[in-house]
């Protein structure tokens, strides 16, 4: 009895750890997803670490290597500077630039 209620444990310890992964819309494999995560996390740290850039006001997400920016900037200098970032950050294949410039 002892081995049915481990078996049915690690059982459902694996069906949370699959769900905990699942591949959003769009994202072939589990593998493009944490490539997409990283990414992502890559951009933002890079914003964080930059002073013209404001981390808190732009959003980044990524799917298949390509950054999506939204959120707002206080200028121009900081828009561009957002794009390069991303830009020049590994992994990155193309920026879609979203933000917006409220002073």
């Not at 059982?11 to 992964?21: I, K, Q």
Request: proline share 3%.
């Amino acid at each position: 009895m002892k081995h049915t209620a481990a078996t049915l444990a690690l059982s459902g310890l694996l069906a949370f750890t699959a769900v905990g992964c699942a591949v959003t819309r769009d994202q072939s494999t589990v593998g493009e997803y944490v490539d997409d995560a990283t990414v992502t996390t890559r951009v933002k740290a890079k914003f964080a670490e930059d002073p013209t850039v404001s981390a808190m006001s732009i959003s980044v997400e990524t799917l298949k290597g390509t950054v999506q920016l939204s959120g707002f900037a206080k200028s121009t200098a900081e828009r561009n500077r957002a794009v390069e970032i991303a830009r020049t950050t590994p992994g990155v294949k193309s920026v879609k630039n979203d933000i917006v410039i409220r002073p």
